[in-house]
């Protein structure tokens, strides 16, 4: 079966320290792909990135940064020198081939991020 | 380009009442979806469709109906409605590159409907 399991619920941070949210992924597929989601105080879903499976380079965008390692199943998100503007529930989601995965993603529950200024 | 939108943005209703929320997408993709989302419940799949004319249940699907006339418009009706169904709804559209695989989904701003 495919999931996705975000173990930290609420995560509480002072401005301009580091924060790392942690995503677990299960497949049996060899071919698939990640992706982050940011859900800010305003209720929007905002697209973060794609990583697909045959990419193992991690990625850095302005403060953002994603650590991809199939070895342990593992797509983690880092927020360096967070804001004020970071505070958001951030989703982690797997799209595959299975045969449950077909049409559809499969989401974590979320992180939700408070950062303290 | 607007994405997806989604209308109304808010709305209240009597239990009983039946209602349509309406979501169009102007990026030509064949898939769409409806969530609820409640408070510690993270994203919950009611109803998707892989294509114009077609629809499945997923995972929360008892008391709501959907349609997908035309390939832009998803349409998520609440016959009648129950206070279980007060949630934030967001639709959300995607595609493929084929395989069998989706490629990340579009959401739109949501709707909070609240049951009385």
């Known amino acids: 079966a495919q999931k996705v399991t975000q173990a930290q619920t609420e995560i509480s941070v002072v401005e301009k320290e580091d924060v790392t949210l942690d995503c677990v992924y299960e497949?049996?597929?060899?071919?698939?792909?990640l992706f982050w989601y940011k859900q800010p105080p305003s209720g929007e879903l905002v697209f973060l990135i794609r990583r697909n499976s045959f990419d193992e380079q991690n990625e850095i965008s302005g403060r953002y940064s994603w650590n991809f390692q199939k070895s342990t199943s593992s797509f983690n998100f880092t927020i360096t020198a967070s804001q004020v503007v970071d505070s958001a529930v951030y989703f982690c989601?797997?799209?595959?081939?299975?045969?449950?995965?077909?049409?559809?993603?499969?989401f974590g529950k979320g992180n939700q991020v408070v950062v303290i200024p | 380009n607007a994405g997806v939108t989604q209308t109304p943005k808010f709305r209240v209703l009597k239990t009983g009442q039946s209602m349509t929320l309406l979501c169009a997408q102007d990026m030509n993709h064949e898939y769409m979806y409806w969530y609820r989302q409640d408070p510690g419940m993270g994203l919950r799949l009611i109803h998707y469709?892989?294509?114009?004319?077609?629809?499945a249940k997923g995972e929360v699907p008892d008391g709501y109906n959907v349609s997908r006339l035309k390939k832009q418009n998803f349409l998520l009706g609440l016959e009648s409605a129950a206070p279980s169904q007060t949630s934030v709804y967001f639709c959300?559209?995607?595609?493929?590159?084929?395989?069998?695989?989706?490629?990340?989904?579009?959401f739109g701003p949501g709707t909070r409907l609240t049951v009385t």
């Open positions: 959300a559209s995607s595609y493929s590159p084929g395989q069998g695989i989706l490629y990340e989904q579009y």
């Open positions: 497949t049996r597929d060899t071919t698939y792909y």
């Open positions: 469709s892989v294509g114009e004319g077609t629809t």
């Open positions: 989601a797997l799209s595959t081939r299975g045969y449950y995965g077909n049409n559809r993603l499969a």
